[in-house]
Each structure stands twice: as C-alpha cells, then as structure tokens.
C-alpha cells in the first residue's frame, strides 16, 4: 500500500510529466518539418506520398499540444514561444515544397512573402518578450494560420495525384492547370500581408521606448 506522501508525490510526478507533453510534441513537430521537406521534393512519388502522411502528423500534434497545455494548465513561457515556432517551421517547410509542384502558380516571390511576414512577426514577438510587453492579437491571425495550413495540404495532395494514375489523378491535374489554385494562393498572400501589417498596428507600442508590464501570455 502507498501512504499518502507516496501519493502525492505520485501524483505531483504525473502533472509535471504530462506539462512536458506540449513542448515536447512543439520539438517533434520542428523535427518533421525538414523531414518533410526533404522526402516531398523527391521524384519518387511514393516518398512524396509519405511526407504528406508525416505533415498530417504534424498537424496533429499542433492540436494536441494546444489541448492538453489548456487542459492541465501548462502553458509555460517557453511553450508559448516554441509552439508558434513549430509551426512556422511547419508552414516554411510546406510553402517552400509548392513551387517544386509548379512554379509559375506557386512563385518563389509569393513564398518569400509568407516566410518574411512570419520571421518579422517572430522578430516582434521576441522583442516585445525582452522589454516584457504583451503582444495582442485578433482573429484575423487565427484565419491567416488556418487558411495556410487547409490551402497547403489540398495544394500537397495534389502534388501527389497528379504524378500518380488513380482515379483521382486526372481531376487533380485539371485543378492544377485551371489555375484557381494559382488565384488561392494570392489570396493566401493577401490574408498573409493584411494579417501582418494588422499585427504591427496593434502592436506597435513595442517600438516605443515606454516599457509596459506583461499582464497575460500571449498565444500568437
């Protein structure tokens, strides 16, 4: 039999044990990136077709980390940086696979806008961090990730039909040379930007030499 002391100390194990689940979920995602990278810009479909199946995981542990740091109140400094970290490296890795499927919809150009919002918004976030400021936030970055994360795993699994020869294969390749995939992702751009340039108005007390006190976390 466990006495009570036994018990608690058990108990204090579990909840420390399970607050490390977000952060460590955050590393395999930022471990899966380039794995992904590396095994979509194959020409053998069949790598391809698994680097699509290791991106859907890591969307997954995006969610989960999330859940279970609400869940059990474990969000910590360290994760609140980590975990938009994980999924920019994600979403990098994800933009930069598009222009390997076709470049002239999925132009370098556009890419280098994405990546150089969500680095600058990084920057922003790791300022307002050292002069102990909080960031705000609006929905409009919520749509911007979630419109990123729908349009890059339809524009993904495209790249694969289209090298395969199943059914599927032949309406992929007409949605391809449609170019309504071309028009999305200027859409995506464009959520992108204003999403970005919404994010450095609100914010824009950290340029300021005026230090504010952190009053709540910001999940951004």
Same mark, same amino acid.
């Given at each position: 039999?466990?006495?009570?002391? &036994? ?35 194959? &020409? ?42 994980? &999924? ?66 339809? /524009?993904?699994?495209?790249? /694969? ?11 992929? /390749? ?18 992108? /930007? ?17 230090? &504010? ?8």
């Amino acid at each position: 039999m466990y006495d009570k002391k &036994d018990l608690i100390l058990y108990n204090n194990y579990y909840l420390w044990a399970v607050r490390q689940i977000p952060n460590i979920l955050s590393t395999i995602r930022i471990i899966l990136a380039p794995i992904f990278l590396i095994l979509y810009v194959q &020409d053998e479909v069949v790598w391809r077709a698994l680097s699509v199946g290791i991106f859907a995981v890591a969307v997954v542990t995006d969610f989960f980390d999330g859940y279970i740091a609400r869940m059990y109140s474990a969000e910590t400094e360290y994760g609140v940086f980590l975990d938009p970290l994980a &999924d920019k490296f994600l979403t990098f890795a994800g933009f930069i696979c598009l222009p390997f499927i076709d470049a002239a919809q999925f132009p370098w150009w556009a890419i280098g806008v994405i990546v150089f919002r969500d680095i600058f918004v990084t920057g922003m976030r790791m300022l307002a961090d050292y002069r102990n400021i909080t960031m705000d936030t609006r929905l409009t970055a919520k749509a911007k990730t979630l419109s990123q994360m729908f349009f890059l795993y339809l /524009v993904l699994m495209v790249g /694969v039909f289209i090298e395969t020869d199943v059914w599927l294969s032949s309406y992929c /390749v007409d949605l391809l040379q449609s170019g309504i995939l071309s028009w999305l992702m200027m859409i995506i751009v464009a959520i992108t /930007v204003y999403s970005g340039i919404e994010y450095i108005y609100i914010n824009r007390k950290i340029f300021s030499l005026q230090k &504010d006190a952190k009053t709540e976390t910001d999940t951004r």
